[in-house]
């Protein structure tokens, strides 16, 4: 069974740093098209920050140039990490380790909809 699992959220002020981690158990890089993170604020639809679909990597206009996703692929669990650099109050939200195995087109790699698998989340908070 696929079981993705984040951590590294956290509370910082505006301008810090966090590193977001997401360990995919039995899920490995064969069987995975993309992963991605996407965030969900308090009265807000979840949406998508960034995507990786194998090689190629995709992201929100609103954090272009902040943010950088990687995968790592070690022995039986791949590794999804979303660095996260000038955060901004507006960055606070839930974030969620999202995949797929599905063969996704550009423009839908930030349709939630299109990952069936997805985290418990883990919070991040930014203060001004």
């Known amino acids: 069974q696929v079981q993705l699992v984040e951590s590294g959220g956290d509370s910082v002020q505006a301008g810090g740093s966090l590193r977001l981690s997401c360990a995919a158990s039995a899920y490995t890089a064969a069987d995975t098209y993309c992963m991605g993170w996407f965030r969900q604020a308090p009265g807000e639809e979840r949406e998508g920050v960034a995507v990786?679909?194998?090689?190629?990597?995709?992201?929100a206009d609103s954090v272009k140039g902040r943010f950088t996703i990687s995968l790592d692929n070690a022995k039986n669990t791949l590794y999804l990490y979303l660095q996260m650099n000038s955060l901004k109050p507006e960055d606070t939200a839930m974030y969620y380790c999202?995949?797929?195995?599905?063969?996704?087109?550009?423009?839908?790699?930030?349709?939630?909809?299109?990952?069936?698998?997805w985290g418990q989340g883990t919070q991040v908070t930014v203060s001004s």
């Open positions: 999202e995949a797929t195995p599905r063969v996704l087109m550009v423009s839908q790699v930030f349709h939630e909809h299109m990952y069936p698998y």
């Open positions: 990786i679909c194998k090689q190629p990597t995709y992201y």
